[in-house]
């Protein structure tokens, strides 16, 4: 079995790689949901054009295979002048792609929220932007915060795709490990443990959050549908 | 941008992406054998079959598919079978799939009306048959919307198998642009191939869910 003496040697080179993908995978699901939430308002504004581009965006995305839009990126990009460092078109290769996902996540999300809702906040006066941050967005966070963990355990697992276009994250140095000390089986068979646990540990915790995050909003709205989306699917 | 570069290398491409569409049917197919298998033992197998499947499931399910290809890759020599890159590339996507499929098939066999297995107990089926002739054709009607998403997520995720050395639609695409340095060109048309295949299939399978609903 693996020689614990390795991992003492290779122990900083592992620690940075995994440093560097919580990195990659903290800023591309920031990003992801960021620009998948801008561009879910986007599709809600009555310009078919835009409508188009943004629906052609999202099939294109989801699509095409994670790997290939990372070359596209990496390895297309300067023939059109954009030149980024691995790590760079890495966190924004997951970003692009989550934000197709999310923004079918949100979209879906959004839809859910009662027309009554906006109506009767309408009909208070509220503006939309305050209808959005105090009526929309909280119904939206109750009912789409499974599908929101879940893609983020999905992203956990495409970091590792990164070390494909030389991202220095765990699996770009684990594999350098192996070919340095041709315990190849080993260090994959400790990285797949190592994954796994990883992956169990983001749905537990995304898990609590949920629970929390709708506890957190049945006390604010007692008689709100929130509190029905929240009860209907426990 | 040159389109000229797409056009000569398209033939290529092309051929790659019949190698491509190949190896995820024979996945998905691989992935159908073993999900049924796994639920169906872990729905009438007792208790070990299914803490078992469900250690497989979890596993399948929570590694990713680059690990699980590196994984078998590098096993199935270690344990004696040595057989080229394109098996061991269509064996973890495969196990990746029955993992998934398992689960879709757990998920459409609840929705079948626990009334139709005890009817077919009380008309004296016995056990086997009522799986095969009453629970799974129901299920897999059920399913096959889940199962045509299931074959294009494999589909988009055989790409991975371009590390092992399989000379699939992103290998080639990777081979072809290393030696004309034309790399936009290139793998924005292997993106689009992926996607025409992805749209075909999608249709494939709205066609096929209609003429379910019509049986």
């Known amino acids: 079995m693996l020689d614990l003496a390795l991992l003492v040697q290779y122990g900083p080179a592992l620690l940075r790689g995994f440093g560097v993908t919580i990195l990659c995978w903290g800023a591309g699901c920031l990003i992801g949901m960021v620009l998948g939430f801008v561009l879910m308002l986007l599709r809600q504004l009555p310009v078919k054009p835009l409508r188009w581009i943004i629906r052609a965006y999202i099939e294109v995305i989801r699509g095409t295979p994670f790997l290939i839009q990372l070359f596209l990126l990496y390895s297309g990009g300067p023939s059109i002048g954009l030149r980024l460092e691995a790590t760079t078109a890495g966190i924004l290769g997951l970003g692009l792609y989550g934000s197709a996902y999310f923004a079918e996540i949100f979209r879906a999300g959004y839809q859910a929220v ?40 999905i992203l956990t697992k495409e970091t590792v795709v990164l070390s494909i276009i030389t991202v220095p994250e765990l699996m770009y140095e684990m594999q350098t490990m192996a070919a340095e000390t041709f315990a190849t089986f080993e260090t994959i068979l400790g990285m797949a443990l190592f994954y796994w646990l990883l992956v169990e540990v983001v749905s537990r915790l995304g898990r609590r959050l949920e629970a929390r995050v709708t506890r957190f909003l049945t006390h604010a709205s007692p008689q709100g549908s929130s509190t029905e989306t929240a009860t209907a699917r426990a | ?183 936009l060109e290139i793998y924005l048309a292997a993106g689009l191939i992926y996607l025409a295949i992805n749209g075909a299939l999608a249709l494939f399978g709205t066609l096929v869910e209609r003429r379910l609903q019509q049986a």
């Open chain 1, 114 to 153: 009662p027309k009554g809702q906006v109506e009767a906040a309408l009909s208070l006066g509220m503006s939309y932007g305050s209808i959005l941050r105090r009526v929309i967005v909280p119904a939206m966070l109750v009912s789409t915060i499974p599908a929101i963990v879940n893609m983020m355990a």
């Open chain 2, 1 to 183: 941008m040159k389109f000229s570069v797409i056009i000569d290398a398209l033939p290529y491409l092309l051929g790659a992406a019949v190698t491509t569409i190949w190896v995820s049917l024979l996945g998905v197919l691989l992935g159908q054998v073993i999900g049924v298998a796994v639920c169906v033992a872990r729905q009438s197998g007792g208790r070990a079959a299914d803490m078992a499947g469900g250690v497989y499931v979890s596993f399948f399910r929570g590694v990713p598919l680059l690990i699980q290809l590196l994984l078998i890759y590098y096993m199935l020599p270690l344990i004696g079978i040595d057989v080229p890159p394109l098996v061991a590339s269509i064996a973890a996507l495969g196990l990746a799939s029955g993992a998934y499929v398992s689960e879709i098939y757990r998920g459409a066999l609840n929705a079948v009306p626990h009334g139709q297995s005890e009817a077919a107990l009380a008309l004296g089926f016995p056990g086997r048959s009522i799986w095969a002739r009453i629970l799974l054709p129901q299920a897999f009607r059920i399913s096959v919307p889940a199962l045509v998403n299931e074959l294009i997520l494999l589909l988009k995720a055989s790409s991975l198998i371009s590390v092992v050395g399989v000379a699939e639609l992103t290998r080639t695409s990777q081979t072809i642009s290393a030696s004309n340095y034309r790399p």
